[in-house]
């Protein structure tokens, strides 16, 4: 079954849409077709993709539905920004982008119920997975991205601050799940992990941070990605970890992503 997996903390540079393109890109190199959907207005995800910002979120949820589908605004990612010729992609990814106008989608889409019904119209049939990267801000579209997530994947530095963010979107999702399942949309969605992010594992108040987040959260809790210049250069470059340092530290670490992803996915 295809599953759309909502990358999410309303907190501002924390790694989501690196994380949300590291994990499109990762299941996509290991074989799956993979859509990421950018419903962030700052349009980030085409960036880290060597892509333009477009309004085909806008475009696709306010045009004419009648005549046009999702896979009239996706656009193929090159292979050569996520993968290497010694290692080549075995699958497939494609942008839906996202621009300033998506500020816009809920004053004239009012149904929150509209991304999940249209993803699971137009999309799910034709991917494995759909990977929505999320703005940090509060906005009204946050409601469509809870109901169209069916897996949340939370991004948190290790900062104080960042875990009673986290505790925060916790308590959000649980509210959200019992909308989903008034809207009979089944079980309500589930966390799928968190994703403590820019650690830098001298720093002992970090390590403190990461230790309550697993006490409190448990198994939730996924492998701390250390904090590196590499992850800002590539992107720099228009490249993806695994493009641009193959073989590195941190291509490691964003492998170890995708494969605590695949475990929980296998298992849910
Ligand atoms: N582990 C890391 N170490 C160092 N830099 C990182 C790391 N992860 C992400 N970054 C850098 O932090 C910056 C913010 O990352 P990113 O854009 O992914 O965050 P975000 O949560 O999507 O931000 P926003 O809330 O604005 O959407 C980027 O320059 C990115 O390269
Ligand atoms: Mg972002």
Avoid at 81 to 108: E, K, Q
Avoid at 133 to 158: H, I, K, Q, R
Wanted: aromatic share 6%; with cysteine.
């Amino acid at each position: 079954m295809t599953k759309t997996i909502a990358v999410v903390q309303r907190k501002g540079g924390v790694g989501k849409t690196t994380i949300a393109a590291h994990l499109a890109a990762g299941l996509a190199a290991r074989g799956e077709t993979v859509v990421i959907i950018d419903t962030d207005p700052q349009g980030d995800a085409a960036r880290v993709l060597d892509m333009q910002p477009e309004d085909g979120l806008f475009n696709w949820l306010t045009g004419d539905r009648k005549n046009t589908s999702a896979l009239d605004f996706i656009h193929p990612v090159s292979p050569e920004v996520y993968s290497t010729m010694d290692s080549p992609s075995r699958g497939s990814l494609y942008l839906l982008p996202s621009s300033s106008r998506t500020f816009a989608i809920p004053m004239l889409v009012q149904s929150p119920m509209a991304l999940s019904e249209r993803i699971a119209a137009e999309l799910a049939p034709h991917v494995n997975r759909i990977i929505i990267d999320s703005a940090p801000t509060l906005s009204m579209f946050d409601a469509s991205v809870y109901m169209a997530g069916d897996a949340f994947l939370y991004v948190t530095e290790c900062e104080a601050l960042s875990a009673s963010g986290l505790r925060d979107g916790l308590a959000q999702l649980a509210q959200y799940g019992n909308h989903r399942q008034a809207f009979g949309l089944g079980l309500p969605s589930g966390v799928l992990g968190i994703v403590p992010n820019k650690m830098r594992p001298g720093t002992r108040n970090h390590r403190a941070n990461i230790a309550m987040m697993a006490e409190e959260h448990g198994g939730l809790v996924w492998k701390p990605i250390s904090q590196r210049t590499l992850w800002s250069e590539s992107q720099n470059m228009g490249r993806l970890i695994w493009a641009y340092a193959p073989g590195s530290v941190e291509a490691n670490e964003a492998d170890e992503v995708v494969n605590q992803a695949q475990e929980v996915l296998n298992v849910v």
